[in-house]
């Protein structure tokens, strides 16, 4: 059994293209979003917090795959369930299934690493990923 | 031999998020980007001249896939390498490169289709996929 | 007495800049929303059908003033209380006044019109206003 | 006489919304990065640099008033002409005007401050304004 957290948005006409219709990269916004919230719902602190605590400055992603199957609009009020299929060592998969009403939308799966700065400072951007903190693994499941 | 198109881009402050490295959504905004230019610089027709012509509306995505190996920051120009490496009947395959000089940042497939409005009226966003035209497609080559 | 909607939104990271305070182009995404938002709230269909039955596609915005009092970051919890203070011929002045919980954060006065496509088709793009409605202008007061 | 920093700009797809004319929170956005971009071009050093060495951030908006003229579309190339027709203590105002080859198309006044985070630490995202530097208005007239 996986924890679920529910998003809930609602499209506005600027997330909205030419086409009239939720033009992609919005998609990633929300699921970005839902992401965080997840993780707040489950009890992690919020990542000014665990930045200041563990220098964890969030979870950035490396990998995403999305696949889109039917359109949306301004107007309609869309519905994310996100949980996390499956732990690793230093990063962890999430699922986002993006719906209105009944219908899947879109269907988002990532990969992201907890991730604090490199201490070398040779880079003042460069991150790295940190092991999966296993008290927040616990609060997720 | 496959058509190449490169899209420059400045990354901007706005672009970047409390980690102060680029807020991944943007990377999708700006292969969007790419994958419009690219179909201008092949001879293509603007979206609104062809959905006068052929009722096509432009390339809507039904999935894509995106790993990010490096992040980016505010005052660094990136290129994107654009090309087609499979075009299928009523759909093609987009592959994007984004790099930071000889840096790789982030690669991105797509799957879009050509697509025009859904002639039944039963749903006014709904949209299909229409074989990729011979003529498009030879321009692309 | 005028009639007043409220909006609530969440700041997400990803609406905050590398100083972790939101973005200053959010707050007239979010303005933009609200204005739709209270429309609905009055009663008015949704510019889908108001283009269809009347020509009219929404409400562009000609003019806009906004001041910046106090930031927001990501985690915030705010609402948008928006009204029309004065209806004109041609437009109207839309008041939106953003809060986080008693704070005044941000306050946007806008000057929109009803808008419809300009007939003569020499520009696809250009767009006029018309005269505000009665009807819609008495469902808002 | 006032320097004058010009900013290019391509009009997206998906800067555009379903009216198919740019959606105007773009406008800001972009605004920001020609103000950006300005400083750059005046020899003022990156935010990243001015914050390790004087702890400014940057210049958050105080104020910003916006009139639309006409609208653009993707496609649209268009360019924007930055410059500060007000120095004041501890702000100044900066004046954008873009345009479409001769036509202007939107004018943007802001009222900017160069700002450090508050020391006092009670609000982590607290910022002020501080005298605006010299050396750096020297730069920039």
Chains 1, 2, 3, 4 share one sequence.
């Not at 400072?121 to 927040?136: L, N, Q, T, Y």
Request: charged share 30%; with cysteine; net charge neutral.
């Amino acid at each position: 059994m996986n924890r679920i957290h529910t998003y809930l948005l609602r499209v506005e006409f600027g997330d909205c293209d030419p086409a009239q219709i939720v033009w992609f990269p919005n998609y990633f916004r929300w699921a970005d979003a839902a992401s965080r919230h997840f993780f707040i719902q489950c009890g992690l602190p919020s990542w000014k917090t665990t930045e200041a605590e563990r220098g964890i400055i969030g979870t950035p992603l490396v990998d995403t795959h999305a696949r889109f199957k039917r359109p949306a609009s301004y107007g309609d009020q869309l519905t994310i369930d996100s949980f996390v299929p499956e732990w690793r060592r230093t990063s962890f998969v999430m699922r986002h299934t993006v719906r209105r009403g009944d219908e899947t939308l879109c269907e988002i799966t990532e990969v992201r690493v907890f991730a604090r700065r490199k201490g070398d400072g040779s880079d003042p951007h460069a991150i790295e990923a940190v092991p999966v903190p296993e008290d927040w693994r616990a609060l997720c499941e």
